[in-house]
Every structure is written in C-alpha cells, then in structure tokens.
T-cell receptor
Framework: GQNIDQPTEMTATEGAIVQINCTYQ??????LFWYQQHAGEAPTFLSY????GLEEKGRFSSFLSRSKGYSYLLLKELQMKDSASYLC??????????FGAGTRLFVKA | GAVVSQHPSRVICKSGTSVKIECRSL??????MFWYRQFPKQSLMLMAT?????????EQGVEKDKFLINHASLTLSTLTVTSAHPEDSSFYIC????????????FGPGTRLTVL
C-alpha cells in the first residue's frame, strides 16, 4: 500500500527551529517533495530530495534517508509567516505523487 | 519561472449546472498536467493525470463522465464538472510538470467551487 505519515499539528516560537518529520511507505520511490500551503491557497514548492542527505536552501533544509523511508523539513529562524501546512509527498514514478495529509505549523510570538 | 494560472479562482453555481475550470502554464510547456481536489483540512487527492493530446488517466473512484478533462495544448488543460451537486463543492487545484511528470509539479492557485 501507499502511506505517508506526518504529524497533524506542531507549534513553535518565532525565531526558533522546528523539524517536521515524514515517513513513507510506497511501492516505488523516486524522490521526496516538501510543499508549503497557506490556508485557502495552493501548495508552493519548497524542496525535492532524490539522494540521501541534507539539502539546505536558506532558512529551509530537507533531509532524506531512502533506506529508512524517512524525511524531515527543518525550518530555522521561524517567522510568523511560516505558519502554514507543510506537505510531504513521495514521487513514485509513472506520474504518481502521493501526498501526506500535511502538518499544520503554528508559529507564536 | 514555472507559473501556473487557474481560472476562475472562485465559482458558485446551482446544482445541476456544469462548471469549467482552466489551468494554464504561463512560461513553460506542460507535458503533463494533474488535477487534484482538496477538502478542508485534508490532503490533496489526485483526480486525474493528463498528457497533451491524449486521454486523461483517472484515479480509481473518479467518474470520468462527471469530471471531463481536456488537455488540448501544451499550455492549457480544462476540467469540467458536469451536473454539479453540493458534494462536489471543494477546492480544485491543477499542477503542471514540464518533464513528463518526473520533476517538480508547479501548482495553480486553485479554484474554490461551491455548489448550492
């Protein structure tokens, strides 16, 4: 079966660091996407990991371990505008991307 | 780069009418376009995948006669919700990929459909 697990909600403080975890079990795997989605808006692309390891892009970093079926998104120097849902999605090939339910992040002052 | 537009952004219609939603890739040619629907606080659910010039591939449980998809050009795909009912009310989002689905999907801004 296809399964993507990520926490439902997280709360963090402005200026802090937060790590959003994602585990996946899919039949076929090519890479792992992270998207940000603000309420009532469409998702916007954050990162795509194909190889194991950490990829850093400004305040956001994404990590992948293919052997463990595990990824995380790391957000540093949190800002209020980072309050959003973060979607983990596994690209399984054959035009298929399986999305997780999303993690709602609340950033408080 | 990689901008996808969607029109309309919001639509309210009466039960039984049909609604057409357009999805355009503005600055790239979209080999593949995807249509999703999303209910409040739920994940994106893929409805169908369409490749330019060929019939769309629908996900299990999605009625192809109710959700008509046309991908007539490399920059335009349309989704028509036929004989809409209140249970079709949802957030419909398209995305486009320029590499046959192997790379990043860029999402349109979404269309919120409300069927009265």
């Amino acid at each position: 079966g296809q399964n993507i697990d990520q926490p439902t909600e997280m709360t963090a403080t402005e200026g802090a660091i937060v790590q959003i975890n994602c585990t996946y079990q899919t039949s076929g795997f090519n890479g792992l996407f992270w998207y940000q989605q603000h309420a009532g808006e469409a998702p916007t692309f954050l990162s795509y990991n194909v190889l194991d390891g950490l990829e850093e892009k400004g305040r956001f970093s994404s990590f992948l371990s293919r052997s463990k079926g595990y990824s995380y998104l790391l957000l540093k120097e949190l800002q209020m505008k980072d309050s959003a849902s973060y979607l983990c999605a596994a690209y399984t090939g054959g035009f298929k991307t399986i999305f997780g339910a999303g993690t709602r992040l609340f950033v408080k002052a | 780069g990689a901008v996808v537009s969607q029109h309309p952004s919001r639509v309210i219609c009466k039960s039984g009418t049909s609604v057409k939603i357009e999805c355009r890739s503005l600055d790239f040619q979209a080999t593949t376009m995807f249509w999703y629907r999303q209910f409040p606080k739920q994940s994106l659910m893929l409805m169908a995948t369409s490749n330019e010039g060929s019939k769309a591939t629908y996900e299990q449980g999605v009625e192809k006669d109710k959700f008509l998809i046309n991908h007539a050009s490399l920059t335009l795909s349309t989704l028509t919700v036929t004989s809409a009912h209140p249970e079709d009310s949802s957030f419909y989002i398209c995305s486009a990929s320029d590499s046959g689905g192997t790379d990043t999907q860029y999402f349109g801004p979404g269309t919120r459909l409300t069927v009265l």
